[in-house]
């Protein structure tokens, strides 16, 4: 059931409409806020607006590089059943060997 769960990010106040309970989004909203504040304070030029992108840019970075680990996982994963249901087919024949000998 979706429901609407308000947080706040950089003095922004927000209202965020999810399925997700709200421990979750005010986790999600608590490490956006300490990233921007991060970077807010260790650059001194740096808007708000800069370190909102930033955020967003690393956090983009990080979904694309967990897309290629699951999509290199997914292969070997492929590969392994591929490999599990030759070997059954393997120990099949053997088994139907012996069976007849």
Known sequence: MKE???????GIKLGIIT???ASYVEKIAS???EQITAMIKSQRNCSLVEAALFSAM???????????KVKNLETQVALYQANMNR????????RSKLAGQ
């Open 19 to 21: 399925e997700e309970g």
């Open 31 to 33: 490490t956006v806020e």
């Open 4 to 10: 609407k769960i308000y947080v706040e990010i950089a």
């Open 87 to 94: 070997l059954k087919k393997e120990n099949e024949e053997i």
């Open 58 to 68: 690393s956090y983009c970075s990080k979904g694309e590089e967990d897309a290629k």
